[in-house]
Every structure is written in C-alpha cells, then in structure tokens.
C-alpha cells in the first residue's frame, strides 16, 4: 500500500513541475517573435496567423501596440506604420508615434487609428513618407 501512494505521489509531482513548466515557457517557446526595430516587434498570436506589433517592455513583456492582422508595416526614425487587415476584412491602418512611445504611456496615446485606405492616403501617407513592406512570417 505504501509503495502505491509513493508511487501516485511521485507522478504527483512529475505532473506539476511538467504543468507549471508549460505555462511559464508559452510566450516563449510556442510564440515566435521578430524584431522590426528597436523595440518593436512582429508578434504570433494563436494559430500562428494573427500577428501583431508589439512593443517590448522593460520588464520583458510585450504590449500590442497595432492588431492583427499585419499585412505590411514600414517605419521612419519618428513613425511606425501598420496596414492591417482587420477581423471582418476590412483595410486599415495604424500610425505610431515612434518619439513619443515609452513604457508610461498607454497605446491609445501614442497610436492613430484606424484609419480606412482613403484616410491614410489623403491625410498621411505623403506627411510621413514610409515604405511599406509585405510582413514575413
């Protein structure tokens, strides 16, 4: 009898630490992640194909700064662009202010949008002047 809840006790334990293991490492085994520059990142979501912009906090965390899902992005010393192709299919995108984003202010004080194609061709696209490129995964 005693060598039976030895048994069950050891399994116990073998289940916990493999348990525990799995939901401290899923952001960084299971997730991929890509620097697009400082620190921002092209971020997988589940099912590996939602990704998103994020920023890499000091603490290690990273924060989506533009949703999924990125079908392009482009930056300037000052700008970080996402087109993004939103959940009911539509075109839209996502302007960051690259000068003024830190770790203290949260993501709507530092982001325009969304903003449809028309909006972002006629307000922004010749002020900011940033070359899109395809997002690869």
Do not use: H, Q
């Not at 996402?82 to 202010?105: A, P, Q």
């Amino acid at each position: 009898m005693r060598n039976l809840l030895l048994g069950n006790r050891s399994l116990f334990v073998l289940l916990f630490c493999l348990i525990s293991f799995s939901f401290c490492a899923c952001g960084d085994i299971f997730n991929s992640r890509r620097k697009i520059i400082d620190s921002y990142y092209l971020v997988e979501g589940e099912g590996n194909v939602d990704y998103t912009i994020c920023r890499k906090m000091a603490e290690g965390d990273y924060v989506v700064r533009i949703p999924a899902l990125i079908l392009s992005y482009g930056f300037t010393d000052s700008f970080l662009v996402g087109k993004i192709k939103s959940y009911d299919n539509k075109i839209e995108y996502y302007i960051l202010n690259r000068k003024r984003d830190s770790d203290l202010f949260p993501t709507k004080d530092v982001k325009i949008g969304p903003l449809n194609e028309t909006e972002y061709m006629e307000r922004w696209a010749t002020r900011i002047n940033v070359k899109l490129l395809k997002a690869e995964y």
